[in-house]
């Protein structure tokens, strides 16, 4: 987007001191979101943002636009009243692995099946940066942290297959390394009425440096990332060599050349079924291998506001705009002389 | 043949008061029964208060005491204050409702008893070795049978109901013997049916028989030849209407939404006893209310808090478990300055506790339980009817001060019932909000954390305000410009702003108002739903000799402002409450006072005659 807008990225920075650590990956995040904004053109007040607790949650500090830092968890819930009550606002979640995938996973699975226009960034970097290195829900079996000096036990989660398994209507996932992919990303995300999930892996380069250095490392990353692109057959390497072929099993990476270009999969991220995006979500489970990157599915579906507004016009249509007093009337009364 | 004649109806006796109670297994309908005899007699004109005791279980094994449900009704030609102490007369469904509402008989009352029900086996459910109805030991009371079953199956067999249902009619046999033996009128009772049921639902006819059938008995049967009238109470004149403390509270919250002149956004988790809070504001889309089920108590309250930073009047309503549950947001709320009300409905606690029955064990919990330097205001309605008062200064205050506001009920207003003069809706005071629209500097900024000189409050600007964006947050606030800031004597500041903040509300609600005697030796301090039976109690004293003063406390937080001054002209001050003594503590600590308490703490509320025994033990106690 190259045409003439009213703002600049440093029109959405708040002028607040960063105080992330150097390298970190919330940095690349942070310009791909002000710069986006600055592109969108859209009033800057009509944006919100609302974190939980933890690294990334500092966001909406850094933001100059209306924004909360709230309780560690709870920003989907908090950020669901802020859409509630205003629907012409664009509602921000900013939310990382342990705050969105632990302590707040409830709020996050109930704001995906409610269909609440939000847009959710969870930043997934894998571990417990605020707090200084401990395991988190993302973080892969055997992970040695100080909390887990003999391995972690865990069984982490899927973010992309949870979101899935939530029937929320639009999921994403980006790599902050990746600008111009976080940039389009967003942009469908922003485009999409109800809740937008996108799963953006975010390097902790002090307490878990490295871990999608599969995605981003010059040698590893065309054999790695899995670009999903809606009405393309999915095919990756560096000269799309390999593909993702879709059956009962599941999807299954394949060399093109064996199977022929008719039998790779052609994505369609708006199939009404979520199986088939949750069979790609299955292709990794973190980014231990070839990984997809891209919009998995994004289904329109009534949102939770627009309903609230709709009974309450149509029970005003019914009942017209009552009083207090006409309430009590139909309660029942009765005249004391 | 000797021809068939009925002894002349004798002239029903006159009383000026009556409690009545309905006992019966949870399924046999009694609330409803007693639910219906409050209408028609609030239609009829006494005053009345009630209270319907249920058991936790939606339906526990049939004709045993832990199944057993009752309503109490007091009914009374003059302004009465509770539900009455002592039931007058008790209906008996069964032997398990005899078995456990007997002792709140008094001396010499009529016991009404459904006769079928009394076979061995319920008998023995009950823990009945021998049938009370022949053994002798209910010599000191009235007793008076029906075979309620066998003449509601006669009464409702063209009807068309079948089967079970048959004998589901049964409570409004009883209805009608009742409404017989006191005169109700039955037309209200009847519209009722005709209403819920329609007029060819064969359920509707059912139980329209078995009222005419239970009423007729009465007129027909020699052994039931005396009836009461208890005349309509001479209430101010005006038009009432019969509430529980939930209905008054869900008007109050919409009420003090229209006030504030802001849409109501109420966000909840379903619990008992506030659920119905809850249930009635979403009967209310079309005042715009929004209304939100969340998928647990801290979303609810989040939720609800999210609608307030964009300019909703935000409540949430829970019980004591619920309230642990929103704390932390609490807490946020307060550090981010936003109005929000919490509704507390008690209950029996700890933990799930008696979550049907009453208590007053959270008053501390609404005044500290949060972590850090955290004050809130904490206001209680007293009666069922006073919590629309109480809703609607819930709203005043956490708009004027933009604080979250407490504001506490329980079990006993929940879902009791009292008549209500209903208050001139155009008159009621109103605080519309002004949100902010301008930068607040001089430099053309706006600094979210400038406080207004007069209240202390920091200005509402609300997301999508254009030039006002500013970001709020759980983190230490610098004073005026709201930024991050971890500066250790900032940090002094701000708590101390925040703690002045709440504590000059006082300056801005009504001083107590003493009842009774400046110069009586004891005071009576009390809070929430006791205010009834504590004034009743000091009445009754006084109708026996003894003078006791009377101080009903509405704000526990911040306390009136001549509460300490009241507290020391009295040398002798005895607060009741339905917990362990947590009004008493803080009395105690605020004003250096030594209080006697009057502790209760078994799920049930308390009695004017426990109150009233302890005022005159006191006084008669010359130390």
């Keep these: 987007m190259t045409t003439e807008t009213r703002y600049t990225r440093a029109d959405f920075q708040s002028g607040q001191e960063v105080r992330w650590c150097p390298g970190c990956g919330d940095y690349t995040i942070l310009a791909s979101v002000q710069s986006f904004l600055a592109d969108l053109d859209v009033d800057r007040e009509k944006h919100v943002f609302i974190s939980g607790i933890g690294c990334s949650s500092r966001f909406p500090y850094y933001m100059n636009t209306y924004g909360m830092h709230s309780i560690h968890g709870r920003a989907p819930a908090i950020a669901t009243g802020v859409a509630l009550a205003n629907p012409d606002l664009t509602v921000w979640v900013i939310t990382g692995d342990g705050d969105a995938l632990s302590i707040g996973g409830n709020h996050l699975i109930h704001a995906l099946r409610r269909n609440v226009n939000l847009k959710i960034l969870l930043f997934n970097n894998q571990i417990y940066g605020l707090t200084k290195g401990q395991y988190s829900p993302t973080s892969e079996e055997g992970k040695k942290t100080k ?154 579906r009534p949102t939770y506001g627009d309903q609230m507004v709709q009974q309450i016009r149509d029970a005003q249509a019914r009942n017209g705009v009552a009083s207090i007093a006409d309430l009590v009337q139909r309660h029942g009364t009765w005249t004391v002389q | ?207 329209v028989a078995a009222f005419r059938a239970g009423f007729n008995f009465g007129i027909t049967t020699e052994e039931f030849h005396h009836t009461y009238e208890i005349p309509p109470a001479k209430l101010p004149a005006g038009t009432y209407t019969n509430v529980t403390g939930n209905q008054a509270l869900a008007w109050g919250l919409v009420a003090g939404a229209k006030a504030a002149g802001l849409p109501l956004f109420l966000g909840s988790y379903p619990i008992t006893p506030a659920t119905s809070i809850l249930e009635a504001v979403a009967q209310l889309k079309h005042f715009g209310a929004k209304t939100f089920q969340a998928e647990d108590e801290i979303a609810a309250i989040g939720v ?154 920091r200005p509402w600007a609300i997301p999508g305000t254009p030039g006002l964006e500013h970001r709020i947050g759980g983190l230490e606030k610098e004073a005026n410009t709201g930024n991050v800031s971890y500066d250790p004597e900032n940090h002094e500041l701000m708590t101390l702003q925040r703690e002045r903040k709440i504590a000059a509300i006082a300056d801005d609600i009504p001083e107590v108002e003493v009842y009774g005697p400046e110069d009586a030796e004891v005071l009576v301090v009390s809070w929430g739903s006791t205010y009834g039976s504590v004034r009743a109690g000091v009445n009754n004293a006084k109708v026996l000799g003894h003078d006791a003063a009377h101080v009903h406390l509405r704000y526990l937080n911040p306390f009136p402002r001549n509460l300490g001054s009241v507290l020391n002209r009295y040398h002798k001050i005895l607060v009741p409450e339905l917990n362990r003594g947590q009004l008493a503590r803080v009395l105690r600590g605020q004003f250096l006072v030594p209080t006697v308490s009057l502790n209760k703490v078994q799920g049930v509320p308390l009695m004017a005659a426990e109150v009233t025994k302890k005022i005159i033990e006191l006084l008669e106690d010359k130390s």
């Design chain 1, 147 to 300: 909390t887990s000096p003999l391995g972690s036990i865990d069984h982490p989660f899927n973010p992309v297959s949870l979101a899935l398994g939530a029937e929320a209507t639009f999921v994403a996932r980006t790599i902050d390394m990746d600008r111009p992919h976080t940039a389009r990303m967003l942009e469908a995300a922003y485009r999409h009425k109800g809740t937008a999930f996108i799963e953006i892996y975010q390097n902790c380069n002090v307490f878990n440096d490295k871990a999608f250095q599969l995605l981003t490392g010059r040698q590893e990353r065309d054999e790695n990332r899995i670009y999903l692109e809606a009405g393309q057959p999915i095919v990756f390497g560096s000269d799309n060599e390999m593909g993702v072929t879709i059956g009962p099993d599941g999807a299954n990476i394949v060399s093109v050349a064996d199977v022929g270009l008719d039998a790779i999969a052609v994505h369609d991220p708006a199939h009404p079924n979520p199986g088939v995006a949750f069979a790609l979500s299955r292709l990794s489970h973190g980014p231990s291998g070839p990984t997809p990157l891209g919009v998995f599915r994004d289904v329109p």
């Design chain 2, 1 to 207: 043949m000797q021809e068939e004649t009925l002894s002349p109806p004798e002239p029903p006796e006159r009383r000026d008061r009556v409690v009545i109670r309905f006992a019966g297994d949870s399924g046999d309908g009694m609330q409803l029964a007693g639910t219906r005899f409050t209408e028609t007699s609030a239609v009829f004109g006494n005053d009345l208060a009630t209270f319907p005791n249920y058991p936790a279980e939606i339906r526990a094994p049939q004709g045993t005491l832990a199944g057993v449900s009752s309503f109490q009704v007091h009914i009374a030609d003059w302004d009465i204050l509770t539900h009455g102490d002592a039931a007058d007369v008790l209906v008996a469904m069964n032997p398990a409702a005899l078995k456990a509402n007997l002792k709140d008989v008094a001396p010499g009352g009529l016991i009404l008893v459904n006769e079928d029900a009394f076979d061995d086996r319920n008998l023995d459910k009950a823990g009945y070795e021998s049938n009370p109805l022949t053994d002798g030991s209910l010599q000191g009371f009235h007793v008076l049978t029906a075979p309620m079953e066998e003449l509601t199956k006669i009464a409702v067999k063209d009807t068309g109901v079948k089967g079970r249902s048959v004998l589901r009619s049964k409570n409004f046999f009883a209805l009608g013997l009742i409404s017989w033996m006191f005169n109700r009128p039955t037309e209200p009772i009847l519209e009722w049916v005709e209403e819920k049921f329609g007029s060819d639902n064969p359920v509707g006819a059912a139980n």
């Design chain 2, 304 to 457: 609800s808090l999210g609608t307030a930073f964009a300019g909703h009047l935000a409540a949430t309503t829970t019980s004591g478990p619920g309230l642990a549950l929103k704390g932390e947001t609490l807490s946020l709320a307060i550090m981010t300055e936003l109005p929000l009300i919490v509704v507390d409905v008690q209950r029996a606690g700890p933990s799930t506790g008696l979550p049907t029955k009453v208590e007053q064990g959270d008053l501390l919990m609404a005044l500290y339980g949060r972590h850090g330097e955290a004050p809130l205001p904490v206001i209680a309605a007293a009666s069922p009817s006073d919590a629309f008062e109480v809703a609607m200064e819930a709203a005043r205050i956490a708009v004027t001060y933009m604080t979250p506001v407490i504001l506490m009920s329980d079990g006993y207003l929940a879902n009791g019932a009292e008549p209500w003069r209903v208050p001139d809706f155009d008159a009621l005071p109103e605080f519309k909000v002004e949100f902010a629209r301008e930068p607040n500097t001089d430099a053309g900024e706006f600094l979210p954390y400038i406080r207004n000189e007069r209240t202390g409050a």
